[in-house]
């Protein structure tokens, strides 16, 4: 081909092509802006139809949510307690035994699931052992507190709690220790008591030593280092021959009596007391003898 050919021909195509579309700013911004909003309506679209499932869907998440949230309470610094699942048991029966009123009246029950006055086992019981055993180690050398027994079998040894209280009085316990103590084949005796609070109010010291068993005698009181004890000495006719007594500040009251016989006619009496009038008085107030509950 001529060189006058080819360019007749590259003329002749030039001239039958289409031109190229306007390059206007105007118009191709108006273009632009028409596609974005295209879009923005195609994924505005698609995020309908997801929150329509969603809230078709919402009921159920409620529910299921809602049946299990935690029923324990929320602590302070922590995260929630685990939701700790309900199971029906059936009814317990009840076993609390009715305890005795602050104040007694007719037709109460006894205290403490008692079938009289006296607790035969329990707590109450044990202080009265622990009170005889206290009292036994007080016997003075030269006498012994053997475990003797009456010609019928029965033990002279013996602890008793009792509930002390009458119609319209407070609450209070009584704790009683008897021991026989003997010397060489002769044998008499000693007691313990200690009272708990009763809510009465105080008096003399001599009035207290003969409200003891209703004794009578002569009284003294005896000072022991600062504390006033009444000491009361019969005259050999009363169960007791000599018994001391002391009222502690919180109304605990302590007894503590002597004889030279026991009701034990097998046995013969004690020669002499088991204590002097001083050492009777000094026991008494010695805290080992103390019960006040």
Not at 53 to 61: F, K, Q, R
Not at 136 to 163: C, E, H, I, N
Not at 257 to 262: D, F, I, P, V
Request: glycine residues 8%; contains cysteine.
């Amino acid at each position: 081909m001529k060189e006058e050919d080819l360019g007749e021909a590259l003329h002749d195509l030039m001239v039958r092509t289409t031109p190229p579309p306007s390059m206007d700013p105007a118009s191709a911004l108006v273009q632009g802006r028409r596609a974005l909003k295209r879009r923005r309506i195609a994924v505005t679209g698609a995020a309908v139809v997801s929150m329509a499932v969603v809230l078709g869907a919402g009921p159920a998440l409620v529910v299921h949510y809602a049946g299990n949230r935690p029923t324990n309470p929320m602590v302070a610094g922590t995260g929630p307690a685990a939701a700790t699942p309900t199971v029906a048991t059936p009814s317990a029966v009840s076993t609390v035994t009715p305890s005795a009123p602050a104040t007694r009246k007719s037709g109460d029950p006894w205290p403490e699931g008692q079938t009289d006055r006296t607790a035969t086992a329990g707590p109450r019981a044990d202080r009265a052992v622990a009170l005889m055993n206290q009292l036994s180690s007080a016997v003075p050398a030269g006498f012994t507190a053997p475990s003797l027994k009456y010609p019928d079998g029965r033990g002279m040894r013996w602890p008793q709690a009792q509930y002390a209280s009458n119609d319209g009085e407070p609450d209070y316990w009584e704790y009683q220790a008897i021991i026989p103590v003997q010397k060489g084949d002769r044998v008499g005796g000693l007691l313990a008591m200690s009272t708990t609070p009763d809510g009465k109010p105080s008096t003399t010291p001599c009035k207290l030593a003969q409200k003891f068993w209703g004794g009578t005698g002569t009284c003294a009181v005896v000072d022991v280092a600062g504390k006033k004890v009444g000491v009361v000495t019969t005259k050999g006719h009363d169960s007791y021959d000599q018994w001391a007594a002391y009222r502690y500040p919180d109304g605990t009251v302590v007894y503590l009596a002597q004889t030279k016989k026991t009701d034990n006619d097998a046995r013969s009496p004690l020669t002499q007391p088991i204590f002097t009038t001083n050492q009777l008085a000094e026991l008494v107030t010695s805290p080992k003898f103390k019960i006040s509950s």
